[in-house]
């Protein structure tokens, strides 16, 4: 009876004991999957992160250059990291596909894909991830990466696209090295699959919108684990799932339960055996039990023995290994069992008991991004591929900083079927080695940033040797291929200009005989193509204790953009320097502190005071200096009053008057300026002729108004008279002759005028030069002039002369001067003509024409203005004309190039000499002056 109740509680013992190992199994499944859930959340987090940052970039760097955007050579510059990405481009607001890393059609249009439209009615500021996709323009099945690209006022620029191939995620999930049926999958929140891996088989794109992990993540409870059947193979799973961070997507892996109950298989059925075994024991009987009972008694002292031996031993090797800097360990992978020494904690700030060994944990204080490689490293020593496992990773270390570790270990134990049983080995702090290593690392990463963002090409001279190192760089910047084979320095040489190689070798020269700190030279470098590139050379020579140079190493600077910029600056500078040096009218620059900076040489001219004495004055010290040379009328004003606007009334006052004897008129305009040397630039331009001309208009005016007025008054007077009042036919003829006699002096008032407005506004494009014989005009002149009553004809003393003259204006001017002759002399005086033909020696003199009277004369006063318009000698009134004859006659002798000669004495007479430019007898040959006169003529033929 004992015995059946003793084999009943050992049969309940057993199954116990299986539920208990059951129970445990699933639990580490549980965490199994759960850590590599987040490993595969971690490795999607970061690679979204990567795809974002580089849609970022992008779309920054296509804010600045537009289609210039080289996508290909930032990726082969590494500023993009393309080894995440199948390609990144641009698409335009159309929907054109504009920019890429890689080949693609012209044209592409890619307007009706999701990835783009989701873009267009809204700008939510999210990265859109989308659906599975085959790339028109990769040709792979990838999931895109989008963002919106905004122009500046906010509408709608076109997208930035990353793709990422689909292999990606599925390669990674089959490094995890699942159980067969076991799955891992990156769904979205719309349900479709991304990626899914099973077996080694990847699939994508089918809808899962029922799935119960999507309904649990919408209850809010966004990690977590379940057991179900899979709506795709129909496999039933424990499943743990994650949804990933800041992205509407999951992670999900899961180990098929029948899987599960295969792993509890090998100790069932070892539990059943042993069960039974002690069934049949107890049915042996009482004197069996007395045998066994003894056996069993010798057994348990030897192995109390054995387990003394081994604890001893133990604790010797745990003394010698905790007596040294390593961590030591040991893994019993069957039994999920970790021991270790008191170094190993201590690596990572533990002591001994604080922490504990299971997969979870360790997981969780390795660095996420040697996690993968450990991981890979692990799985191949374990599958025997390697024959030790070594890995250099970070362990997260109890003050929150990162420890590096080295662990070397190697499989020790492996069952029948080859699998690892147990693992041991070491791990070493090694931290300050590999901060060193990254220093150096970062070290030269900063240099060749340097030298790269730098846009220069080294280059190394080994003098002793001769041989010649150029790098990649410079070899690009002359347009050969980076991969060139080091040059020789003849090479090197041969790229020189041959007008720059004199200057090279001397500056080479001095710096080697230590006369330069530097060797600096700018020179022309031939490329591939033959061309010629603007280098700068610098470099530094090294040399041995004795002093002699062993090597010259320096940089290479592209410097052509740099040269032409200059040189359009000094053309401009110079072309500025011609303008303000040539220019009739002054400048006055003044700096930011409003002090005078610079005066070009107009300003000397027209002022009269040197650059020296102004330069350095204040504006206001400057305007003090000017108003001392300036008339009281016409001063300059404050430079503040030149800064306002100003409108055309104020157009005088921008006008300053020299005193005499200059008697210079000048323009004055300020305008400031955006400049960083110059603030303000005072603008004087020489008005005088401009003034004196306003100012003889307005006289004009005056006097021709005045010469109108008198004859016109006459007229309307006598008009009313006869329109008012009854005359008798005497008085209306007197009248009437008076009001014929004002008409016809108002006639020739205007007529004058009109004749003399043509002269001047066509300035001789309607003379007919040719030469003359002027003996004959003379005479011809005489025989048709009609003397005032009781006055005799001209006396006339001529001989043979010729000249270059307009015949009708010729005698138009003589008679001007021979009416005035008779007007101003009295009856009964006589007024002769005089003709002097050139010297005979002199081919560029003149032939004068003397007209001299006995009348009343002139004073000097009066001679000065005989030439203006309006002006009499005779103020009295009784000398009939209109003051306009001399003023015309001066314009015909103008244009004639020929000249006016008057001497006159009060009281005497006045003597009136027209000189006209000679010409020769016609049967000679031509002089220079007449042949200057028929240029003059044809020229005037030609304008007209």
Known sequence: MSAALLICAVVAFSYLQLKNIQAQQRSGVNGMLASLARVSEEHALRTFRAADQSLRFMMARYAAEGNKLDLKAMVHQGVIDSSLFAQLGIIDARGIFQLSNIPFKKGLNLSDREHFRVHITADTGELFVSKPVLGRASGKWSIQLTRRINLPDGSFGGVAVVSIDTDYFARFYSDLNLPPQSVATLIGLDGVIRTRQVDGQASLGRLMSQSPILQLIGEGKVNGSYTGRSPVDGVERVYTYRKI?????????????????????????ALIVQTTALCLLLLAGATGLSFYTLRLYRELTQRRRMATELRDSQEHLELALNGGALGAWDWNLREEKFTSNVQLPELIGFQAGEISYGKDAFVSLMHSDDLPAFTAALRQHLKAETEYFQSEFRLRHKSGGWVWINLMSKVMERDADGRAVRLSGTAQDVTAKMNAVQALTESEDRWNRAIT???????????MTGNMYVSGRLLVLLEYESDKPDITLQDWISYVHPNDMDEAHQALLLHFKGQSDFYRIEIRLRCKDGHYKWMLIRGRASRDQEGRV??????????????????????????LD?????????FISFDRELRVKYVNPAFERLIGLSSGAVIGLSEDEFVKKINELCTTSRCMPDMTTLRKPRTQADEEHTRIELKPPSRRVLYVNLMTSEADSVSQILYLRDVTYETLVEEMKT?????????????????????????????????????LNIILTQSRRMTEILNELLDLARIESRKGMDFVIEKLNLQQLVEEIVSEFIPPAGRTAPQVESSVAYCMADQGKARQAILNVLSNAYKYSPPGTDVRIVLSPPPATNSHSFVGISIQD?????????????????????????????????????????????KVEISSILGKGTLVTLFFPAANDPGSENSAGEASWQSLSRETRRTA
Do not use: C
């Open 245 to 269: 961070a800041g992205y509407p997507l999951v992670v999900i892996t899961g180990m098929a339960t029948n899987a599960l109950l295969a792993m509890s298989t090998p100790s069932r059925n």
């Open 453 to 463: 963002g730098s846009n220069e090409g080294i280059w190394d001279w080994n003098v």
């Open 550 to 575: 062993v090597r010259v190493t320096g940089s290479a600077s592209d410097i052509t953009e740099q040269r032409f910029s200059q040189a359009q600056v000094e053309d401009r500078t110079q072309q």
């Open 578 to 586: 011609a303008i303000f040096s040539l220019s009739p009218d002054a």
């Open 699 to 735: 006289e004009f005016l005056s006097t021709a108004a005045h010469e109108l007025r008198t004859p016109m008054a006459g007229i309307l007077g006598f008009s009313e008279v006869l329109l008012s009042q009854k005359l008798n036919e005497a008085e209306q003829k007197e009248f």
């Open 854 to 898: 006995q009348g009343i004369g002139m004073t000097e006063e009066q001679l000065e203005r005989v030439f203006e318009r309006f002006y009499r000698a005779d103020t009295s009134g009784k000398v009939q004309g209109t003051g306009l004859g001399m003023s015309i006659t001066k314009e015909i002798m103008d244009i004639h190039r020929g």
